[in-house]
């Protein structure tokens, strides 16, 4: 990890959270609250809670294979 980069980094929260969560689609604070919540909880968990909060995040595209939000529980 000492030989990690700004930029890697950076890539790899994007990709494994922020992309993962959609988060560009999310309103302003609400995409970093998730965010946060995804690196700390799990991208599943994070997407099922925003999930069954409603409206906004209700929307969410969740019939995505291999995505973070088609963890939503049946």
């Known amino acids: 990890m ?3 980069t700004t930029a890697e980094a950076v890539a ?3 990709t494994l959270y922020w992309d993962a969560l ?3 689609e999310l309103p302003p604070g609400l ?3 998730l965010f946060d919540f995804a ?6 968990r994070a ?3 925003a999930f069954h ?16 939000t088609s963890a939503r529980p049946n």
């Open 47 to 49: 997407a099922s809670s």
């Open 22 to 24: 959609a988060a560009d």
């Open 12 to 14: 790899i929260y994007r």
């Open 2 to 4: 000492r030989g990690l």
């Open 39 to 44: 690196v700390h909880s799990g991208v599943p």
């Open 53 to 68: 909060s409603g409206p906004p995040v209700a929307r969410m595209d969740t019939s995505v294979p291999g995505s973070s």
């Open 31 to 33: 995409d970093h609250a």
